[in-house]
Nanobody, 126 residues
């Protein structure tokens, strides 16, 4: 059983930056693809970014490409999401997810993600 805890959310002005962290415990972190999803009020949860368990492949949703960067530090059991040039439409609860499938190619879907954190709020003011 893997426990995930997100941190780093908050209030930021448009054009600003934030870095989210996702700390993992209770499993072999280096064996999981790590992903970030987000859910805005009244909207469905959507894929933001993912990094493969090897760390060699990254994937991004179209709306964040070029602005967000996902990374992982297996020695610290932590995944990160660096967010730059934030826009009001980035306002959402951001969730960290872990997917255990060593043969998966590409990012996991919501249903394919095995473990979830509780979420952290990101609010971007205009």
């Amino acid at each position: 059983q893997v426990q995930l805890v997100e941190s780093g959310g908050g209030l930021v002005q448009a054009g600003g930056s934030l870095t989210l962290s996702c700390g993992a415990s209770g499993g072999t972190f280096s064996s999981y693809t790590m992903a970030w999803f987000r859910q805005a009020p009244g909207k469905e949860r959507e894929f933001v970014a993912a990094v493969s368990w090897t760390g060699t492949s990254t994937y991004y949703g179209d709306s964040v490409k070029g602005r967000f960067t996902i990374s992982r530090d297996n020695a610290k059991n932590t995944a990160y999401l660096q967010m730059h040039s934030l826009k009001p439409e980035d306002t959402a609860v951001y969730y960290c997810a872990a997917d255990w499938d060593l043969e998966r190619i590409g990012p996991p879907t919501i249903n394919e993600s095995d473990y979830w954190g509780q979420g952290t709020q990101v609010t971007v003011s205009s």
